[in-house]
C-alpha cells in the first residue's frame, strides 16, 4: 500500500516560516511528479508548487519568491519551503504525487492527507 503522508503543518506569525513535508510510503519505485496544492475556506483548491523527476519547478504567482519546493531522492520525500508567511497563505496544504510502485509498469496518482497551515498574529 502507498501512503502520501504529511506533517510540519502548524501556526505561524506573518513573516514567520514553516517546511512541510511529504514522505511517500511503500515499496516507491519512482516519483515521477510531486506537487503542493492548498484549499483555504470557501475557495477552489489551487496548485501551490510541483517539481519533476527531472528538477524543474513552478510556482502559483502568489508564491514565487517565497516558497521553494525541495526534494530528497532517496528519501522519497518532498518538501514546501515557505517563507515571509502572509495571513492569505492560510489554507489546508495537500501533498499530490505522481509515482510507480516496485513491481508496477504504470505510474499513478495519490493525495496526502492534508495538512492545516494557519498564519496569524
Known sequence: QVQL?????GLAQPGGSLRLS?????SIFSIYHM???????????ELVAGITSGG???YADSVKGRF???RDNAK?????????????????????????IVGD???????G????VTVSS
Open 113 to 116: 492527507q492534508g495538512t492545516q
Open 76 to 100: 522519497n520525500t518532498g518538501y514546501l519551503q515557505m517563507n515571509s508567511l502572509k495571513p492569505e497563505d492560510t489554507a489546508v496544504y495537500y501533498c499530490y504525487a505522481v509515482l510507480r
Open 35 to 45: 506537487a503542493w496544492y492548498r484549499q483555504a475556506p470557501g475557495k477552489q483548491r
Open 68 to 70: 521553494t519546493i525541495p
Open 5 to 9: 503522508v504529511e506533517s510540519g503543518g
Open 56 to 58: 524543474n519547478t513552478n
Open 105 to 111: 509498469l504504470t505510474p499513478r496518482n495519490y493525495w
Open 22 to 26: 511529504c514522505a511517500a510510503s511503500g
